[in-house]
């Protein structure tokens, strides 16, 4: 990277934590109270990783909605960092980018069912609640912000996507800073669409497992600010490729995700071997984790069943554009609660699945209650796949200096 980036603290808000400090314990410690059978208005029940609704609260917002109420649950946990950059950059030299996949489906659902009976939308609504830009228009409003704002919606990677657009802003002298990371909800068009493309476990997800049979849903966000004003954890590196194989499923040979990391190691100016931790895409389909151990194998080469690595859906659950954020924010804890800690005595997110290994896969070095760190925690890759093989690879580590 040409410019030294910095992450702020995150603000969490999901099905294993409404804080980082919750959140870093379920993942820890393996969680799954947020893992909860829910029934959808068709009478198909699903396993979800839900945010109970007495932890929500109403907003401000001129369409406060679940989504927007979970939104606001993380960005209230760094207003204080947000405040500090509006005031040192401007309020014009701050960005808002956001990943979400979630066009106000809690509205428009009850909106065009109402159409449907008596013939008109309901009077208080707006097609602006369909928008995608809402999420990151919503923050910019609530922070009195004038700068850029962007929603990205390129499935499981968009928040991954997000922060990467923000980083190349200020690179490149547009903005100074931004409020960057995902939101998306767990809502019944979600749980159905998925279901319709079998990609949906009657069980909690296994990933890895050669008995895994497709994704929990879950809900969530994840934000940060982004800027070169010095904090504990750096951005020290992203990639991006895009498979445009397939309209869902990506390539099978884990091709297009190695692209994604290799790029990112490039960017960083760091090689294969100093990656200490990696958060996997992980998401129990047959197809995701097939091509993501063929590709994990193929960077880390012979240290590929040494770099502890893990999958944190088992207790975040799959929060779709939210993912990323929410799984770089994993590996942000990762870093700086561990820094003080001596080698062998870190910890890290636990790899949930059943133990059942898949021995067509290559062999991964999961994080079990057993496993002893044999490094330090300093740098961490975190990897996120989306539809159609939109792929991102986000590399962070302890900022020195």
């Given amino acids: 990277m040409k410019e030294k980036l910095f992450l702020s603290k995150p603000g969490i808000a999901c099905a294993a934590g409404l804080n980082a400090d919750d959140f870093w314990t379920a993942l820890t410690t393996g969680n799954q109270d947020g893992l909860v059978k829910v029934k959808t208005h068709s009478g198909r029940e699903f396993y979800a990783a839900k945010i109970a609704d007495g932890a929500l609260k109403k907003t401000s917002a001129r369409y406060d909605m679940r989504v927007i109420q979970i939104e606001d649950l993380a960005l209230a946990q760094i207003e204080k960092e947000i405040q500090e950059a509006k005031n040192k950059f401007g309020a014009d030299r701050i ?3 956001v990943g979400c996949c979630d066009n106000g489906s809690e509205f428009s659902v009850a909106g065009h069912r109402e159409y449907f009976e008596k013939g008109a939308f309901p009077k208080n609504y707006s097609l602006e609640i369909q ?7 919503y923050a910019k409003e609530k922070f009195g912000l004038k700068g850029p704002s962007y929603v990205f919606a ?6 991954g996507s997000a922060i990467i657009k923000a980083a190349q802003m200020i690179e490149a002298g547009i903005v100074d800073a931004a409020i960057v990371g995902g939101v998306d909800v767990a809502s019944d068009t979600v749980l159905l669409g998925f279901d319709s493309l079998e990609a949906v476990s009657e069980r909690k997800t296994n990933p890895f497992s050669k ?3 497709g994704i929990t849903i879950g809900e969530g966000a994840a934000f940060f600010v982004l800027s070169k004003e010095k904090s504990q954890v750096q951005l020290l590196g992203y990639g991006e490729s895009a498979d445009a194989s397939h309209m869902t499923a990506p390539l099978a040979d884990g091709s297009g995700a190695l692209s994604a990391m290799k790029e990112a190691l ?3 100016g760091l090689k294969a071997e100093q990656i200490d931790y990696v ?3 992980g998401t129990g389909t047959k197809l995701n984790d097939s091509m993501e151990a063929k590709a994990t194998a193929r960077l880390f080469g012979s240290l590929c069943d040494k770099i502890p690595v893990s999958s944190t859906k088992p207790m975040t659950g799959h929060a779709l554009g939210a993912s990323s954020a929410i799984e770089l924010a994993a590996c942000c804890c990762s870093i700086v609660k561990n820094e003080k800690k001596e080698i062998g005595q870190a910890k890290l997110p636990l790899h949930l699945y059943d133990g059942e290994a898949d021995s067509d896969l290559p062999k991964l070095n999961f994080v079990q209650n057993d496993t002893t760190i044999d490094r330090k925690i300093n740098v961490c890759m975190s990897n996120s796949f989306g539809f159609g093989g939109c792929n991102v690879s986000l590399i ?3 900022a020195n200096g």
């Fill in 95 to 97: 960005a808002v980018c």
């Fill in 131 to 137: 928008s995608a830009d809402y999420p990151a228009t």
């Fill in 154 to 159: 390129t499935a499981c990677s968009s928040s």
């Fill in 211 to 213: 008995n895994r049979s």
């Fill in 266 to 268: 490039k960017n960083s």
């Fill in 279 to 281: 958060n996997l895409h």
């Fill in 396 to 398: 962070i580590g302890k």
